[in-house]
Structures are given as C-alpha cells and as structure tokens.
C-alpha cells in the first residue's frame, strides 16, 4: 500500500478539520482546571464539533466510547473521559481528532495544572519541541525514518527521558491511522521519500522515567509500568504542492515554530 497523495483542493478541507481540532484543543484547554472531571472536558469537546460542522474520528474507533482522549499523569496516551477529577500537579494531555467531508485532522497537547515544577515542566518541553524537530526533518525529500531519528537525537540530548517505542505517528488523510507508521526513534535515511501531498501526525510521547507502558483493564489507558509521569504533543501537517510543509493543526500553519529551523510554510493553504 502507498501513501495517499492529496490535491490541493482536499489539503483545504483537510485545513478545515485541522482547524477545527485546535480550535477544540484551545477550548479544552482553557478549561482545565483542579476540579473539573474529564468527562466534563469530554462533553466540551463533543458540543465544539458539533458546532463547527465537525464529527469526532474518536468516538467509536475500534469502539473507543468518547471524543478526546484525557491522560492524567502515568497515562500517558488513550485514557478515557470520566469521573475522574483534574487535582493541582496534574500532568494532562489531551488528544483530539475530528473529520470534516471525510477528511481527519489529529492532534495533540499536555499541560500541567498549578502548581508546576521545573523538571516535569521540561519534560513537557522537551517533547513539544521534539514534536517540531521532527516536522522540521520532515520536509520534501527526507527519507520518512528521518523524522523519528531527529525526535529520538533532540530528545535524548535534553536529559533522561523514555520515549513510548509501541505507539508512533501515523499518515492521515480519508482515515484517521493511515500508512506509513513513523516511529520517533531509529536510524535516519530509511523509508520512503517525504512528498508532496502527504500529510503526516508527528505525535511524540515521552516520559521521567520508563518508555515501558501497558494498558489498563478499560482495555484503551496506556500508562508506565514505572507509573513515572508522560506527555504527548501532535500535530498534522502536509507537504503543499509547493514542496513547502503546513502544520494543518495550527492556526498560523506552524510558520513561527518551523520559521526557527529557517523553514518556510506555503502559502497555498492560508
Ligand atoms: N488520535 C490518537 C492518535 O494520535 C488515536 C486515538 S485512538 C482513539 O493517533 F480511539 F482514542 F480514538
Ligand atoms: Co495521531
């Protein structure tokens, strides 16, 4: 199977629903706070959507019940909304995809609730910023694995951390998990040349102390087998037919971030 190849009129659409994802991040986001559950976060994303002429890619994927993913801490990815409530510390990561005329953005952000510290603080950083690295290597005419290897190198020069090695970014376009699997690890110069009209999710999940995790009885919550605390950062971006990369998931197309690796955004898509 190959990658998809989308024409400029479907990266549109495609900037659509990425649009509306962090316009629901950005709404999730600004109502994290000690004492409110996740499944409230839940029930604001799910109203957004639907606002915005958006369908949640979540809810019902191999039967995952909700709309956001919302991980607390040692979860580091897939836990679901529910009573649980949001306590001063938290480290919580919310992932969140929609569709719009049947194409999927994804994407991504952790937070950490008053009070925060400085070493869990820079963890978060540190895989924000891997995020953008690993865009930054992934532009026309990197090879795919590329991508992981810059994530892995900026990671590990930055301190101790475990990167997840089970669960990776993915291609995304009339699915929300399409090929390739990008990994964000390995050796660079493998893999298939990065083209226009691919669109990638880049999603780094790092964390203090394992990469090991497993999966909570709910069958979906990934956490550490050391229970050290995570984050996890993701964005979808696309190589215009211009060559130039757009991050479909922000709302300036990535320019100031990727502008800092002395790479230019396309204009088709703005
Ligand atoms: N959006 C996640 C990813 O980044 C997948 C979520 S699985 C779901 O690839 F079932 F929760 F939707
Ligand atoms: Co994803």
């Not at 890619?57 to 909700?66: C, T």
């Not at 040692?74 to 990815?77: P, T």
């Not at 008053?114 to 510290?117: A, Q």
């Given at each position: 199977m190959a990658i998809q190849i989308k024409t400029l009129d479907q990266l549109k659409t495609m900037r659509k629903a990425g649009l509306l994802v962090r316009n629901t991040l950005d709404l999730v986001k600004a109502n994290i706070?000690?004492?409110?559950?996740t499944s409230a976060l839940d029930a604001i994303a799910e109203a957004n959507i639907k606002r915005g002429g958006g369908t949640s890619?979540?809810?019902?994927?191999?039967?995952?019940?909700?709309t956001i993913c919302v991980s607390v801490n040692?979860?580091?990815?897939h836990g679901i909304p529910g009573d649980r409530m949001i306590m001063p510390g938290d480290i919580v990561s919310v992932d969140c995809g929609a569709v719009i005329d049947g194409w999927h953005g994804d994407a991504a952000f952790s937070v950490i609730v008053?009070?925060?510290?400085d070493a869990r603080q820079k963890m978060l950083d540190v895989c924000e910023e891997s995020m953008w690295v690993g865009i930054a290597a992934g532009?026309?005419?990197?090879?795919?694995s590329d991508i992981g290897h810059a994530i892995e190198k900026y990671t590990n020069e930055q301190g101790t951390y475990g990167i997840l090695r089970e669960y990776g970014g993915h291609g995304i376009g009339?699915?929300?998990?399409?090929?390739?699997h990008i990994l964000n690890y390995g050796k660079p110069g493998n893999g298939p040349t990065i083209e226009p009209g691919m669109v990638f999710a880049i999603e780094p999940m790092i964390t203090m102390g394992t990469h090991k995790t497993r999966i909570l009885e709910d069958n979906w919550t990934v956490v550490t087998t050391d229970n050290s605390h995570g984050s996890h950062f993701e964005n979808s971006y696309c190589i215009a037919p211009d060559g130039k990369p757009f991050v479909l998931t922000e709302v300036d197309g990535g320019k100031a971030n990727l502008a800092r690796f002395g790479i230019e955004v396309s204009a088709l898509l703005s």
């Open positions: 706070k000690a004492g409110i559950t890619n979540f809810k019902g994927y191999h039967g995952y019940p909700a040692d979860e580091i990815v008053d009070p925060k510290d532009t026309a005419g990197a090879k795919l009339t699915s929300m998990h399409m090929e390739p």
